[in-house]
């Protein structure tokens, strides 16, 4: 009894060092695991196209898969993903004209007794015996190796027709290296792996370090309150177009100037010089098939004129006292302005974003509200806006 709780003693009480290292051991032993997964992957995905580019028959032919091999310390796990993902690619791509069918008497495991002895075998090993369960002739059976070897990894595939002499009627090679990383393509629309790579490097290119957004914006300022509040200007829609940079691809950090008019007939126009900092903050580098989330800061200067922008100024006025003011001389009003606010972006090519508004020049107006304080910070204004990045 003192033994046993000895033992559990120590055994709570370990070293948290050598947890620690068994926890990264352990880390580094899925990434590993993942790498060689996407890999094989990888490699059964060229080896489809290889086939639909010069297929083996030039009719649809059945097929029975006759095993998936993977290397030592992967487990059943791996062999069940390949032979998933073979199936898919196949079914995907009819023009290898290699139909997979299901065969038990292939697979199965048989014990086959006579006067020269007893043999344990599949039934793809002795055709002699399919035959007699009854197996049609002339079928083909095909065989998956993938190895670990000096290149990484090593996909062996050959096809064997099922006959008493069991010859190889196609066979072939593929290899792979550490220093190629895996290409994940689309199995309805395979590419070879030049076009594959070819295509990404493009894409990156076409969106590369500098962009160009067109954006539309809303404006809406807040109501003021008090017994002595004035008039809040009404809604502004904005135009902008402009120039983004990065300084890498990855798009972490991006910068950009944007001009804008604003336009409502009989109302208000208006011209604006904005620039902006966004920072990337859903990952390390802008992602292909996720949407990316940016939080922005930027600042802004603004004219305006017409009878809508009258409520442009520090002194609180009415609604008859504005277009009694309206009458004699037309407004105009010339403000800066600072934003914080965040966008997301679909792509790199669609952006979406919201953000608050302070225009320090206004700070005692009654004609503004306020929509949030943050310190001495007021938001007088709260905007949204739809980008179109080219």
């Known amino acids: 009894m003192m033994s046993w709780l000895l033992g559990l003693s120590l055994a709570f009480a370990a070293d948290p060092a050598e947890e620690a290292q068994r926890i990264e051991l352990e880390r580094a032993r899925a990434q590993v ?12 995905d060229e080896l489809v196209y290889q086939l639909r580019e010069e297929p083996i028959f030039a009719q649809p032919t059945p097929v029975v898969l006759a095993g998936v091999s993977v290397p030592v310390g992967l487990g059943t796990g791996m062999q069940a993903l390949l032979e998933n993902h073979l199936a898919g690619v196949l079914i995907a791509n009819p023009e290898a004209n290699l139909q997979l069918v299901h065969c038990p008497q292939c697979t199965a495991v048989v014990v086959r007794s006579s006067a020269k002895g007893t043999v344990v075998s599949r039934g793809v090993d002795d055709p002699a015996l399919l035959a007699e369960l009854g197996v049609e002739a002339g079928r083909h059976a095909l065989f998956i190796d993938v190895e670990a070897e000096g290149a990484f990894l090593v996909l062996r595939a050959r096809l064997t027709e099922l006959s008493p002499s069991l010859p190889i009627v196609w066979s072939h090679t593929l290899s792979s290296s550490t220093s190629s990383p895996a290409l994940l393509r689309d199995s309805t629309a395979l590419k070879s792996a030049e076009e594959a790579r070819a295509e990404y490097l493009n894409l990156l290119n076409g969106q590369g370090s500098v962009v160009i957004p067109a954006r539309v914006s809303v404006r809406t300022y807040a109501l003021p309150e008090g017994d002595n509040a004035g008039t809040a200007p009404p809604p502004f829609i904005w135009l902008q177009a ?4 990065s300084p890498t691809v990855a798009r972490r950090w991006t910068s950009g100037m944007t001009l804008g008019y604003a336009l409502i007939p009989e109302a208000y126009q208006g011209l604006m010089a904005q620039a902006r900092l966004s920072r990337l903050v859903s990952g390390q580098a802008r992602s292909l098939t996720h949407p990316d989330l940016y939080l922005f800061g930027g600042l802004s ?7 809508a ?15 009694t003011d309206t009458a004699l001389d037309e407004p105009r009003a010339t403000f800066g302005a600072l934003q914080l606010g965040a966008e997301v972006r679909l792509g790199n090519r669609v952006g979406f974003g919201v953000f608050l508004e302070t225009m320090p020049q206004f700070k005692t107006s009654r004609n503004f509200g306020r929509y949030a304080t943050l310190g001495p910070v007021e938001a007088h204004a709260f905007g949204a806006e739809v980008a179109l990045c080219f």
Do not use: C, K, M
């Open 301 to 307: 200067l603004s004219t305006v004129w017409g009878p």
């Open 33 to 44: 695991a993942d790498q060689v997964h996407l890999a094989a992957f990888d490699l059964i």
């Open 242 to 245: 402009g120039v983004e940079l």
């Open 309 to 323: 922008t009258a409520s442009f100024r520090n002194q609180a006025l009415t609604l008859d006292e504005i277009l």
